[in-house]
Protein backbone atom coordinates (compact mmCIF):
# COMPACT_ATOMS: atom_id res chain seq x y z
CA UNK A 1 0.00 0.00 0.00
CA UNK A 2 1.35 3.69 -0.93
CA UNK A 3 2.02 5.30 1.98
CA UNK A 4 0.18 8.44 3.44
CA UNK A 5 2.66 11.70 3.67
CA UNK A 6 3.36 12.93 7.06
CA UNK A 7 0.20 15.62 8.16
CA UNK A 8 2.99 18.32 8.38
CA UNK A 9 4.89 17.68 4.83
CA UNK A 10 4.56 20.46 2.38
CA UNK A 11 2.79 17.77 0.27
CA UNK A 12 0.24 17.36 2.78
CA UNK A 13 -0.73 20.90 3.14
CA UNK A 14 -0.72 21.31 -0.28
CA UNK A 15 -3.15 18.21 -0.36
CA UNK A 16 -5.56 20.39 2.33
CA UNK A 17 -5.79 22.84 0.66
CA UNK A 18 -6.55 21.07 -2.89
CA UNK A 19 -9.49 19.40 -1.24
CA UNK A 20 -10.73 22.45 0.77
CA UNK A 21 -11.16 24.23 -3.19
CA UNK A 22 -12.72 21.15 -4.64
CA UNK A 23 -14.90 20.85 -1.30
CA UNK A 24 -16.07 24.21 -2.32
CA UNK A 25 -16.45 23.62 -5.53
CA UNK A 26 -18.53 20.62 -4.87
CA UNK A 27 -20.68 22.38 -2.61
CA UNK A 28 -21.64 25.67 -4.89
CA UNK A 29 -22.42 22.62 -7.86
CA UNK A 30 -24.70 21.05 -5.39
CA UNK A 31 -26.43 24.50 -3.91
CA UNK A 32 -26.32 25.99 -7.57
CA UNK A 33 -28.36 22.63 -8.56
CA UNK A 34 -31.20 22.88 -5.53
CA UNK A 35 -31.44 26.56 -5.76
CA UNK A 36 -31.76 26.66 -9.58
CA UNK A 37 -33.55 23.53 -10.25
CA UNK A 38 -35.09 21.82 -6.80
CA UNK A 39 -36.22 24.81 -5.47
CA UNK A 40 -39.78 25.14 -4.04
CA UNK A 41 -40.45 21.86 -5.67
CA UNK A 42 -43.23 19.22 -4.00
CA UNK A 43 -41.93 15.87 -3.55
CA UNK A 44 -43.62 12.46 -3.50
CA UNK A 45 -42.50 8.95 -3.05
CA UNK A 46 -40.00 8.13 -0.69
CA UNK A 47 -38.39 11.35 -0.82
CA UNK A 48 -42.19 12.95 0.67
CA UNK A 49 -41.58 9.97 3.49
CA UNK A 50 -38.09 11.05 4.23
CA UNK A 51 -38.92 15.23 4.26
CA UNK A 52 -42.06 14.99 5.63
CA UNK A 53 -41.17 12.18 9.01
CA UNK A 54 -38.11 13.84 9.44
CA UNK A 55 -40.38 17.01 10.64
CA UNK A 56 -43.03 14.59 12.60
CA UNK A 57 -40.28 13.13 14.81
CA UNK A 58 -38.83 16.67 15.43
CA UNK A 59 -42.19 17.56 16.55
CA UNK A 60 -42.10 14.50 19.02
CA UNK A 61 -44.28 11.86 17.35
CA UNK A 62 -41.61 9.59 16.66
CA UNK A 63 -40.72 6.89 13.81
CA UNK A 64 -44.76 7.00 12.03
CA UNK A 65 -45.60 6.01 8.58
CA UNK A 66 -45.95 10.67 7.42
CA UNK A 67 -48.04 9.67 4.43
CA UNK A 68 -50.97 7.99 6.67
CA UNK A 69 -50.62 10.56 9.04
CA UNK A 70 -50.98 13.71 6.71
CA UNK A 71 -53.59 11.94 4.08
CA UNK A 72 -55.20 10.28 6.36
CA UNK A 73 -55.07 11.62 9.92
CA UNK A 74 -53.90 8.11 11.66
CA UNK A 75 -50.80 7.23 13.50
CA UNK A 76 -49.10 4.09 12.24
CA UNK A 77 -45.93 3.19 13.63
CA UNK A 78 -43.90 2.69 10.70
CA UNK A 79 -39.98 1.60 9.79
CA UNK A 80 -40.24 1.65 6.25
CA UNK A 81 -37.22 2.28 5.38
CA UNK A 82 -33.82 2.51 8.54
CA UNK A 83 -33.95 5.92 10.50
CA UNK A 84 -30.56 7.15 9.62
CA UNK A 85 -31.81 10.12 7.20
CA UNK A 86 -34.90 10.71 8.67
CA UNK A 87 -32.82 11.61 12.18
CA UNK A 88 -30.52 13.82 9.81
CA UNK A 89 -33.75 15.95 8.48
CA UNK A 90 -34.74 16.25 12.01
CA UNK A 91 -32.15 17.78 13.59
CA UNK A 92 -32.45 20.81 10.78
CA UNK A 93 -36.15 20.68 11.63
CA UNK A 94 -35.96 21.39 14.92
CA UNK A 95 -34.57 24.47 14.45
CA UNK A 96 -36.93 25.49 12.08
CA UNK A 97 -35.73 24.12 8.88
CA UNK A 98 -38.61 22.73 7.95
CA UNK A 99 -38.64 23.13 4.33
CA UNK A 100 -37.62 20.44 1.43
CA UNK A 101 -35.39 23.27 0.20
CA UNK A 102 -33.94 23.06 3.71
CA UNK A 103 -33.69 20.05 3.71
CA UNK A 104 -31.84 19.32 0.40
CA UNK A 105 -29.20 21.69 1.53
CA UNK A 106 -28.47 20.00 4.41
CA UNK A 107 -28.16 17.01 2.09
CA UNK A 108 -25.73 18.63 0.72
CA UNK A 109 -23.35 19.37 3.30
CA UNK A 110 -23.85 15.65 3.59
CA UNK A 111 -22.74 15.18 -0.16
CA UNK A 112 -19.76 17.60 0.14
CA UNK A 113 -18.46 15.35 3.18
CA UNK A 114 -18.23 12.55 0.75
CA UNK A 115 -16.27 14.43 -1.41
CA UNK A 116 -13.75 15.14 1.41
CA UNK A 117 -14.10 11.31 2.40
CA UNK A 118 -13.35 10.18 -1.48
CA UNK A 119 -10.43 12.24 -1.26
CA UNK A 120 -8.85 10.58 1.49
CA UNK A 121 -9.61 6.79 0.18
CA UNK A 122 -7.88 8.37 -3.06
CA UNK A 123 -4.68 8.94 -1.09
CA UNK A 124 -4.78 6.40 0.98
CA UNK A 125 -4.85 4.36 -2.61
CA UNK A 126 -1.86 6.15 -4.52
CA UNK A 127 -1.02 9.58 -2.52
CA UNK A 128 -2.33 13.12 -3.15
CA UNK A 129 -2.42 13.41 -6.13
CA UNK A 130 -4.54 10.63 -6.74
CA UNK A 131 -6.40 11.96 -3.96
CA UNK A 132 -7.28 14.96 -5.35
CA UNK A 133 -8.17 13.52 -8.78
CA UNK A 134 -10.71 11.37 -6.60
CA UNK A 135 -12.57 14.37 -5.31
CA UNK A 136 -12.13 16.00 -8.27
CA UNK A 137 -14.52 13.62 -9.96
CA UNK A 138 -16.75 13.33 -6.97
CA UNK A 139 -17.51 17.08 -6.58
CA UNK A 140 -18.99 17.01 -10.27
CA UNK A 141 -20.21 14.03 -10.70
CA UNK A 142 -23.60 14.03 -11.15
CA UNK A 143 -24.23 10.77 -9.71
CA UNK A 144 -23.32 11.93 -6.49
CA UNK A 145 -24.75 15.25 -6.35
CA UNK A 146 -28.07 14.94 -7.85
CA UNK A 147 -29.14 12.43 -4.66
CA UNK A 148 -28.21 15.55 -2.46
CA UNK A 149 -30.82 17.16 -4.38
CA UNK A 150 -33.84 14.55 -4.36
CA UNK A 151 -33.94 13.84 -0.65
CA UNK A 152 -32.99 10.12 -0.58
CA UNK A 153 -31.63 8.25 1.93
CA UNK A 154 -28.55 7.57 -1.07
CA UNK A 155 -27.16 10.90 0.53
CA UNK A 156 -25.85 9.37 3.45
CA UNK A 157 -25.53 6.06 2.36
CA UNK A 158 -22.89 7.09 -0.07
CA UNK A 159 -21.05 8.89 2.82
CA UNK A 160 -20.81 5.78 4.63
CA UNK A 161 -20.16 3.29 1.73
CA UNK A 162 -16.80 6.09 1.64
CA UNK A 163 -15.80 5.65 5.46
CA UNK A 164 -16.27 1.79 5.03
CA UNK A 165 -13.55 2.53 2.34
CA UNK A 166 -11.66 4.79 4.28
CA UNK A 167 -11.49 2.61 7.29
CA UNK A 168 -11.14 -1.03 5.32
CA UNK A 169 -8.07 1.02 3.80
CA UNK A 170 -6.48 2.50 7.18
CA UNK A 171 -6.97 -0.89 8.56
CA UNK A 172 -5.41 -3.24 5.89
CA UNK A 173 -2.01 -0.53 6.36
CA UNK A 174 -2.07 -1.08 10.03
CA UNK A 175 -4.66 -3.49 11.41
CA UNK A 176 -5.47 -2.52 15.06
CA UNK A 177 -9.02 -3.55 16.94
CA UNK A 178 -9.95 0.21 17.43
CA UNK A 179 -9.37 0.51 13.84
CA UNK A 180 -11.48 -2.80 13.33
CA UNK A 181 -14.46 -1.50 15.40
CA UNK A 182 -14.37 2.04 13.37
CA UNK A 183 -14.38 -0.20 10.47
CA UNK A 184 -17.61 -1.83 12.12
CA UNK A 185 -19.28 1.55 13.17
CA UNK A 186 -18.58 2.55 9.34
CA UNK A 187 -20.80 -0.29 8.32
CA UNK A 188 -23.36 -0.15 11.08
CA UNK A 189 -24.31 3.38 9.46
CA UNK A 190 -24.66 2.71 6.33
CA UNK A 191 -27.03 -0.15 7.29
CA UNK A 192 -28.90 2.13 9.69
CA UNK A 193 -29.30 4.39 6.26
CA UNK A 194 -30.01 1.43 3.70
CA UNK A 195 -30.80 -2.12 5.33
CA UNK A 196 -29.22 -4.00 2.36
CA UNK A 197 -25.42 -2.47 3.39
CA UNK A 198 -25.58 -4.66 6.69
CA UNK A 199 -24.24 -7.24 3.97
CA UNK A 200 -20.57 -5.69 3.71
CA UNK A 201 -20.45 -7.37 7.68
CA UNK A 202 -19.83 -10.43 4.90
CA UNK A 203 -19.16 -9.04 1.60
CA UNK A 204 -16.17 -6.27 2.75
CA UNK A 205 -15.22 -7.48 6.44
CA UNK A 206 -14.96 -11.04 6.32
CA UNK A 207 -12.69 -11.05 3.15
CA UNK A 208 -10.61 -7.98 4.57
CA UNK A 209 -9.54 -9.21 7.65
CA UNK A 210 -9.21 -13.24 6.13
CA UNK A 211 -7.09 -12.18 3.01
CA UNK A 212 -4.92 -9.75 5.34
CA UNK A 213 -1.25 -11.80 5.66
CA UNK A 214 0.91 -11.72 8.28
CA UNK A 215 -1.45 -11.89 10.88
CA UNK A 216 -2.21 -14.65 13.14
CA UNK A 217 -5.58 -16.75 12.81
CA UNK A 218 -6.38 -15.58 16.46
CA UNK A 219 -5.75 -11.81 16.01
CA UNK A 220 -8.19 -12.21 12.87
CA UNK A 221 -10.60 -13.69 14.62
CA UNK A 222 -10.49 -10.94 17.23
CA UNK A 223 -10.70 -8.06 14.68
CA UNK A 224 -13.37 -9.54 12.80
CA UNK A 225 -15.38 -9.86 16.16
CA UNK A 226 -14.58 -6.46 16.95
CA UNK A 227 -15.93 -5.44 13.25
CA UNK A 228 -19.03 -7.35 13.97
CA UNK A 229 -20.16 -6.39 17.53
CA UNK A 230 -19.34 -2.81 16.52
CA UNK A 231 -22.12 -3.59 14.10
CA UNK A 232 -24.57 -5.16 16.31
CA UNK A 233 -23.70 -2.33 19.07
CA UNK A 234 -24.91 0.49 17.01
CA UNK A 235 -27.64 -1.09 14.91
CA UNK A 236 -29.09 -2.96 18.15
CA UNK A 237 -31.06 0.23 19.76
CA UNK A 238 -33.02 0.59 16.31
CA UNK A 239 -33.67 -3.20 15.97
CA UNK A 240 -34.86 -3.55 19.63
CA UNK A 241 -37.25 -0.65 18.85
CA UNK A 242 -38.67 -2.05 16.13
CA UNK A 243 -39.12 -5.63 17.93
CA UNK A 244 -41.38 -3.53 20.74
CA UNK A 245 -43.61 -1.74 18.16
CA UNK A 246 -44.44 -4.79 15.69
CA UNK A 247 -46.90 -7.96 16.07
CA UNK A 248 -44.55 -9.46 13.72
CA UNK A 249 -40.06 -9.91 14.42
CA UNK A 250 -38.74 -6.74 12.71
CA UNK A 251 -35.14 -5.68 12.64
CA UNK A 252 -34.00 -2.91 10.30
CA UNK A 253 -36.91 -2.27 7.99
CA UNK A 254 -40.45 -3.68 6.64
CA UNK A 255 -39.17 -2.86 3.44
CA UNK A 256 -37.90 -5.49 2.05
CA UNK A 257 -41.80 -7.29 1.20
CA UNK A 258 -42.76 -4.33 -0.47
CA UNK A 259 -39.76 -3.87 -2.39
CA UNK A 260 -40.26 -7.43 -3.60
CA UNK A 261 -43.73 -7.68 -4.63
CA UNK A 262 -43.55 -4.57 -6.68
CA UNK A 263 -41.44 -6.61 -8.98
CA UNK A 264 -43.00 -9.73 -8.85
CA UNK A 265 -45.80 -9.43 -11.17
CA UNK A 266 -46.89 -9.42 -15.01
CA UNK A 267 -45.90 -5.76 -15.28
CA UNK A 268 -42.65 -6.24 -13.98
CA UNK A 269 -41.65 -9.88 -15.70
CA UNK A 270 -43.49 -9.46 -19.19
CA UNK A 271 -43.72 -6.48 -21.56
CA UNK A 272 -41.76 -2.98 -22.06
CA UNK A 273 -41.35 -2.64 -18.56
CA UNK A 274 -39.26 -6.09 -17.68
CA UNK A 275 -37.01 -5.32 -14.84
CA UNK A 276 -38.24 -2.47 -13.49
CA UNK A 277 -40.97 -2.23 -10.45
CA UNK A 278 -44.94 -1.70 -10.66
CA UNK A 279 -46.89 0.37 -8.27
CA UNK A 280 -50.27 -1.34 -9.23
CA UNK A 281 -49.10 -4.46 -8.23
CA UNK A 282 -48.93 -3.52 -4.76
CA UNK A 283 -51.79 -1.68 -4.25
CA UNK A 284 -53.50 -4.87 -6.13
CA UNK A 285 -52.34 -6.85 -3.10
CA UNK A 286 -53.55 -4.68 -0.50
CA UNK A 287 -56.94 -4.59 -2.02
CA UNK A 288 -56.79 -8.29 -2.00
CA UNK A 289 -55.45 -8.74 1.36
CA UNK A 290 -58.56 -6.75 2.88
CA UNK A 291 -56.02 -4.99 5.10
CA UNK A 292 -57.01 -1.97 5.91
CA UNK A 293 -54.16 1.17 5.78
CA UNK A 294 -53.51 1.15 9.19
CA UNK A 295 -52.67 -2.26 9.57
CA UNK A 296 -49.53 -3.19 11.49
CA UNK A 297 -46.75 -2.56 8.63
CA UNK A 298 -45.09 -5.84 9.64
CA UNK A 299 -48.25 -8.36 9.04
CA UNK A 300 -48.49 -5.83 5.54
CA UNK A 301 -44.33 -6.79 4.94
CA UNK A 302 -45.69 -10.36 5.22
CA UNK A 303 -48.34 -10.36 2.99
CA UNK A 304 -46.41 -8.78 0.47
CA UNK A 305 -43.42 -11.32 0.47
CA UNK A 306 -45.57 -13.72 0.71
CA UNK A 307 -47.67 -13.28 -2.65
CA UNK A 308 -44.22 -12.46 -3.86
CA UNK A 309 -42.60 -15.64 -3.31
CA UNK A 310 -45.55 -17.50 -4.88
CA UNK A 311 -45.45 -15.28 -7.83
CA UNK A 312 -41.65 -16.12 -8.15
CA UNK A 313 -42.24 -19.96 -8.01
CA UNK A 314 -44.83 -19.91 -10.20
CA UNK A 315 -42.78 -17.84 -13.14
CA UNK A 316 -39.27 -19.46 -12.66
CA UNK A 317 -39.16 -20.05 -15.78
CA UNK A 318 -39.25 -15.98 -16.70
CA UNK A 319 -36.32 -15.40 -14.10
CA UNK A 320 -33.45 -15.95 -15.78
CA UNK A 321 -35.07 -13.32 -18.57
CA UNK A 322 -36.04 -10.61 -15.77
CA UNK A 323 -33.16 -10.75 -14.08
CA UNK A 324 -31.21 -10.12 -17.13
CA UNK A 325 -33.38 -6.97 -17.65
CA UNK A 326 -32.47 -5.64 -14.41
CA UNK A 327 -28.69 -5.45 -14.50
CA UNK A 328 -29.78 -4.56 -17.98
CA UNK A 329 -31.25 -1.54 -16.62
CA UNK A 330 -28.84 -0.45 -13.89
CA UNK A 331 -26.10 -0.44 -16.36
CA UNK A 332 -27.84 0.75 -19.07
CA UNK A 333 -27.21 -1.92 -21.34
CA UNK A 334 -30.83 -2.95 -21.89
CA UNK A 335 -33.89 0.01 -22.50
CA UNK A 336 -31.90 3.10 -21.90
CA UNK A 337 -33.62 5.58 -23.61
CA UNK A 338 -36.94 4.18 -21.78
CA UNK A 339 -34.79 4.07 -18.43
CA UNK A 340 -33.59 7.82 -18.33
CA UNK A 341 -37.25 8.30 -19.11
CA UNK A 342 -38.43 7.00 -16.12
CA UNK A 343 -35.31 8.14 -14.04
CA UNK A 344 -37.04 11.68 -14.93
CA UNK A 345 -40.86 10.77 -14.41
CA UNK A 346 -40.87 8.75 -11.99
CA UNK A 347 -37.25 8.95 -9.94
CA UNK A 348 -38.12 12.82 -10.17
CA UNK A 349 -34.75 13.57 -11.95
CA UNK A 350 -34.52 16.71 -14.66
CA UNK A 351 -33.60 15.37 -17.89
CA UNK A 352 -31.10 16.90 -18.09
CA UNK A 353 -29.82 15.50 -14.96
CA UNK A 354 -31.34 12.23 -16.35
CA UNK A 355 -28.79 11.71 -19.19
CA UNK A 356 -26.02 13.85 -17.54
CA UNK A 357 -26.18 10.69 -15.29
CA UNK A 358 -25.85 8.21 -17.77
CA UNK A 359 -23.18 9.78 -19.80
CA UNK A 360 -20.65 9.89 -17.39
CA UNK A 361 -21.80 6.67 -15.73
CA UNK A 362 -20.43 5.24 -18.54
CA UNK A 363 -17.14 7.21 -18.62
CA UNK A 364 -16.28 6.34 -15.06
CA UNK A 365 -17.52 2.61 -15.09
CA UNK A 366 -15.14 2.20 -18.77
CA UNK A 367 -12.39 3.79 -16.54
CA UNK A 368 -13.07 1.93 -13.43
CA UNK A 369 -12.02 -0.89 -15.03
CA UNK A 370 -8.72 0.54 -16.26
CA UNK A 371 -8.57 1.21 -12.67
CA UNK A 372 -8.80 -1.94 -11.46
CA UNK A 373 -6.05 -3.54 -13.28
CA UNK A 374 -3.81 -0.78 -12.35
CA UNK A 375 -4.64 -1.32 -8.47
CA UNK A 376 -3.89 -5.00 -9.14
CA UNK A 377 -0.44 -4.13 -10.39
CA UNK A 378 0.34 -2.15 -7.87
CA UNK A 379 -0.40 -4.85 -4.91
CA UNK A 380 -3.16 -3.01 -3.72
CA UNK A 381 -6.04 -5.02 -2.37
CA UNK A 382 -9.05 -4.30 -5.01
CA UNK A 383 -11.63 -6.44 -3.37
CA UNK A 384 -12.84 -3.76 -1.09
CA UNK A 385 -13.81 -1.31 -3.87
CA UNK A 386 -15.52 -4.17 -5.62
CA UNK A 387 -17.99 -4.68 -3.04
CA UNK A 388 -19.74 -1.98 -3.37
CA UNK A 389 -20.87 -3.40 -7.08
CA UNK A 390 -21.04 -6.28 -6.05
CA UNK A 391 -23.74 -5.16 -3.18
CA UNK A 392 -25.30 -3.18 -5.97
CA UNK A 393 -25.96 -6.15 -8.13
CA UNK A 394 -26.93 -8.15 -6.00
CA UNK A 395 -29.96 -5.94 -4.70
CA UNK A 396 -30.59 -4.93 -8.80
CA UNK A 397 -31.13 -8.93 -9.09
CA UNK A 398 -33.04 -9.50 -5.90
CA UNK A 399 -35.20 -7.20 -6.63
CA UNK A 400 -35.68 -4.46 -9.93
CA UNK A 401 -33.37 -2.37 -12.19
CA UNK A 402 -33.17 1.00 -10.28
CA UNK A 403 -30.79 3.50 -10.55
CA UNK A 404 -31.11 4.48 -6.56
CA UNK A 405 -29.79 0.67 -6.39
CA UNK A 406 -26.84 1.45 -8.00
CA UNK A 407 -25.66 4.87 -5.51
CA UNK A 408 -24.01 2.44 -3.06
CA UNK A 409 -21.69 1.70 -5.75
CA UNK A 410 -21.07 5.20 -7.45
CA UNK A 411 -18.35 6.39 -5.08
CA UNK A 412 -15.67 2.87 -5.72
CA UNK A 413 -16.27 3.48 -9.26
CA UNK A 414 -15.38 7.28 -8.95
CA UNK A 415 -12.17 5.94 -6.79
CA UNK A 416 -11.02 3.15 -9.45
CA UNK A 417 -11.49 6.35 -12.13
CA UNK A 418 -9.60 8.14 -10.54
CA UNK A 419 -6.57 5.49 -10.17
CA UNK A 420 -7.31 5.54 -14.35
CA UNK A 421 -6.75 9.16 -14.68
CA UNK A 422 -3.86 9.66 -12.27
CA UNK A 423 -2.37 6.17 -13.77
CA UNK A 424 -2.65 8.49 -17.40
CA UNK A 425 -1.07 11.38 -15.71
CA UNK A 426 1.88 9.90 -14.60
CA UNK A 427 2.48 8.23 -17.87
CA UNK A 428 1.95 11.52 -19.69
CA UNK A 429 4.27 13.33 -16.96
CA UNK A 430 6.71 10.38 -17.41
CA UNK A 431 7.10 10.93 -21.22
CA UNK A 432 7.53 14.29 -21.44
CA UNK A 433 10.54 14.12 -18.83
CA UNK A 434 11.67 11.64 -21.18
CA UNK A 435 11.58 13.85 -24.63
CA UNK A 436 12.93 17.30 -22.57
CA UNK A 437 15.80 15.45 -21.31
CA UNK A 438 16.82 13.74 -24.52
CA UNK A 439 19.00 15.44 -26.89
Not at 36 to 57: C, I, K, M, P, Q
Not at 181 to 205: C, D, K, S
Not at 220 to 244: D, E, G, K, Q, S
Not at 290 to 302: K, N, P, Y
Request: proline share 5%; net charge positive.
Amino acid sequence: MTKVEPTDSPGSTRFWVGVIVVALVALVVRVAYIWFWRRGLTVGGDSRYYHEGANLLAEGKGFIDPLSFLDAGTTVPAADHPPMYTVYLAAFSVVGLTSATAHMLASAGIGVLTVVITGLVGRALGGPRLGLVAAALAAVYPNLWAYDGALESETIAQLAVALCLLTAYVWWRAPTPSRAVLLGAAVALGALTRAEMVLLTVLLVVPLVSFRSGMPRRDRFRHLMAAWIAVALLIAPWCIYNLTRFERPTLLSTGFGVALDSSSCDDAYYGPFTGYWSRSCVLAVVDRSGLADTADRSVLEAVHRDNATEYIRGHMSRLPIVTLARVGRVTGLWQLRQQAALDNFVGGRERWVAWSAWWTFFAVAILSIAGAVVLRQRGIPVFPLLSLPVLALITTVVFFGLVRYRAIAEVSLVLLAAVAVDAAITVLTERRSRSVASP
